[in-house]
């Protein structure tokens, strides 16, 4: 991870920064559209979730709402948190419940939430910090309940994103498999782990095609017991 400490991770990696980047592209209007894998896996998703007869989802990241919406006509109560004020804003806007609010510290309550859902968040949470977050999320998600994650990949290595042509630009830390795999291993069971290679429109990820990467989407299901 020598590039972490390169960059600066913990400077580029900040909140505030991360927040500021948000919030101009929202008021721009533009949100990238959900790949087709994505939105499968989301149906996917959708149906464990009533198998389970699990009704409440937390979203971490909920962006401007596209995923919200579909939990919601679903029949799934809805909340979502970003550190985005404008994402929230819009998100509002649809009638969803979100709120601004850091992974790092949610305001709420041990075993809340029957399940959660995060797509392309925890990716902008440097190696130095994963862990305290993944507690975080494993600690307002209900024992056995799952934690749906979705990343883009990297050979382990902390950047910016080089299509960012205004500042401040994007924090990512872009892991492996294996390391995927051994991180959030830690924190439960990981039950389902799939990859697909990155495509182009909305198929696209970060990085402007300088990035080879391809999606990672996983569940973790959460300790059946709460842990110290």
Do not use: C
Request: proline fraction near 5%.
């Amino acid at each position: 991870m020598g590039a972490a400490f390169e960059i600066g991770a913990e400077e580029h990696g900040s909140e505030q920064r991360l927040a500021e980047f948000y919030n101009r592209r929202a008021a721009s209007g533009w949100d990238h559209p959900l790949a087709l894998r994505r939105v499968e896996q989301r149906a996917r998703f959708i149906a464990l979730l009533k198998a389970e007869s699990r009704h409440n989802i937390l979203e971490i990241g909920s962006g401007m709402g596209l995923d919200g919406l579909q939990f919601v006509r679903a029949g799934i109560h809805y909340t979502g948190v970003d550190l985005s004020e404008e994402h929230v804003r819009h998100a509002r806007s649809k009638g969803l419940d979100v709120s601004v609010a850091s992974a790092r510290q949610l305001p709420f309550a041990d075993g809340t939430f029957p399940a959660v859902w995060t797509m392309s968040t925890l990716l902008h949470i440097p190696a130095t910090d994963i862990d305290s977050v993944l507690r975080e999320l494993v600690r307002v998600t209900a024992p056995g309940g799952p934690i749906a994650v979705g990343l883009w990949s990297g050979e382990d290595d902390e950047v910016l994103n080089p299509e960012d042509d205004v500042e401040p630009r994007r924090f990512f830390s872009r892991r492996s498999d294996a390391t995927v795999s051994q991180v959030f291993g830690r924190y439960g069971a990981i039950e389902d782990f799939v990859t697909w290679p990155e495509g182009t429109g909305a198929e696209s990820g970060p990085g402007a095609g300088n990035w080879t990467q391809h999606y990672q989407f996983l569940i973790l299901r959460s300790p059946a017991s709460p842990t110290g």
